[in-house]
């Protein structure tokens, strides 16, 4: 799943995806699963859309190329693994680019997951599969052995790099010779106090801005979310499994780079990047 918090303070305060072991892991193909009914799916979906926004006004910009890059290296028709795959951000938007492409999402969040349920209801072309990353036997529990794209936005932060490196490693396993994976998330240079600051104070100045304008923050989403009739269920479970906050690392993009390049791709380098974000694309 997205998780942008990170960015207003450029420490991680929070996770979105596999915090815990031990949770129930089940498999949804279609997403017929019977998704509670009277929910207004479009509207939470642009809802979550508005929150990250606030963190990441060039959102739209780092799916498109990811998009780009997909079609360019796998073709209009791809079979594409949505890892940490949230409400379904990256889903929603493969399929309406590319309709010939099928989607399995993969995510722990009870709530984001309710929300991708309902928002694909019916659509054959995506499964939806609850699991853990940090359960080693993850992969096990996928639709197919090989994927031509891995797709992950705003999610891996909340990893610290060790696990991270493991977690290449697998996704390396999934990608087939000559597919793709890559990831657009928060990747900090060290190096560089002086820009990142720069960077921080003029990007809290946009969000003080867009905040009086009313647009919701991370906490107040779920707020919202905890009192909604169809979501408190799933919402409360949520806490349940993360907590207000995790721990984890944002790495430059060269780190992410080499050892993706450890793992067994051929090739990694950026695709885009923000003066705090970078869309890390790594060829198998």
């Known amino acids: 799943m997205t998780d942008a918090r990170t960015t207003t303070t450029g ?30 799916w ?4 642009r809802s979550w859309d508005r929150q990250q926004e606030w963190y990441m006004p060039d959102r739209e910009e780092r799916f498109r190329i990811m998009l780009d890059m997909v079609e360019g290296l796998v073709g209009p028709a791809p079979r594409v693994l949505d890892l940490a795959c949230g409400t379904g951000t ?58 031509d794209a891995v797709l992950t936005a705003t999610a891996l932060h909340w990893l610290h790099s060790e696990p991270l490196a493991a977690l290449y ?60 009739p169809v979501l408190a269920g799933p919402t409360a479970r949520r806490f349940e499994i993360y907590g207000e906050h995790a721990d984890g690392d944002m790495p430059s993009a060269s780190w992410h780079a080499r050892v993706l390049l450890e793992q067994g791709f051929s090739e990694a380098r ?15």
Do not use: C
């Not at 420490?11 to 892991?25: D, K, Q, Y």
């Not at 996704?171 to 900090?188: K, P, S, T």
């Open 11 to 40: 420490a991680t305060t929070g996770a979105t995806t596999g915090a815990t072991t031990g949770v129930t892991t089940g498999v949804t193909t279609g997403v017929t699963t019977g998704a509670a009914t009277g929910a207004d």
């Open 42 to 45: 479009a509207a939470w979906q």
């Open 90 to 147: 990256v889903t929603a938007r493969l399929l309406a680019r590319l309709p010939g492409a099928t989607s399995t999402g993969v995510d722990l969040d009870p709530a984001l997951l309710a929300i991708a349920e309902g928002t694909f209801d019916g659509d054959d072309r995506v499964t939806l599969v609850t699991a853990d990353l940090k359960d080693p036997d993850w992969p096990a529990r996928l639709p197919y052995d090989t994927y």
């Open 169 to 228: 490693g697998q996704v390396a396993e999934l990608v087939r010779d000559g597919g793709v994976f890559m990831n657009a998330d928060h990747m900090i240079d060290d190096t560089t106090p002086r820009i990142n600051a720069a960077e921080r104070a003029q990007r809290h100045t946009r969000m003080d801005q867009a905040r009086a304008e009313g647009v919701l923050d991370w906490a107040e989403w779920w707020q919202l979310a905890a009192k909604d």
């Open 270 to 284: 950026p695709v885009w990047a923000s003066p705090s974000d970078t869309l890390l694309l790594a060829l198998k």
